[in-house]
């Protein structure tokens, strides 16, 4: 099965912004979803933001005004800018797709964003 595969974390300071990104273009088809996810240790994932192939993106009240997700259909890739960063949004970032409406979440191994408080 072919699982996305995320890049871009790394360590960003409190008020700057980090770029992630999401590759699934071996998927040869245009998937209906793509999202992403963060989790802390100990802690449930948290949906960060998605976008649908046909619909409404969503926003956590948590990161909406700050954090614009994207996508590219032709080669299924999304990207999450993350602008004015806080140390809350320490946590791994899980990227998945949905092949088609209601299908399971295929998911990434994740990156990881650290930001010092």
């Known amino acids: 099965q072919v699982r996305p595969v995320e890049s871009g974390g790394g360590l960003v300071q409190p008020g700057g912004s980090l770029r992630l990104s999401c590759d699934a273009s071996e998927i040869t088809f245009t998937v209906h979803g793509m999202g992403w996810y963060r989790q802390v240790l100990g802690n449930e994932r948290e949906l960060v933001a998605n976008t649908p192939l046909h619909g409404t993106m969503y926003y956590s009240d948590s990161v909406r005004g700050r954090f614009t997700i994207s996508r590219n259909n032709a080669e299924n890739t999304a990207y999450l800018q993350m602008n004015s960063v806080k140390p809350d949004d320490a946590a791994v970032y899980l990227c998945?797709?949905?092949?088609?409406?209601?299908?399971?979440?295929?998911w990434g191994k994740g990156t990881l964003v650290t930001v010092p408080s």
């Open positions: 998945y797709v949905q092949l088609v409406p209601y299908a399971p979440l295929i």
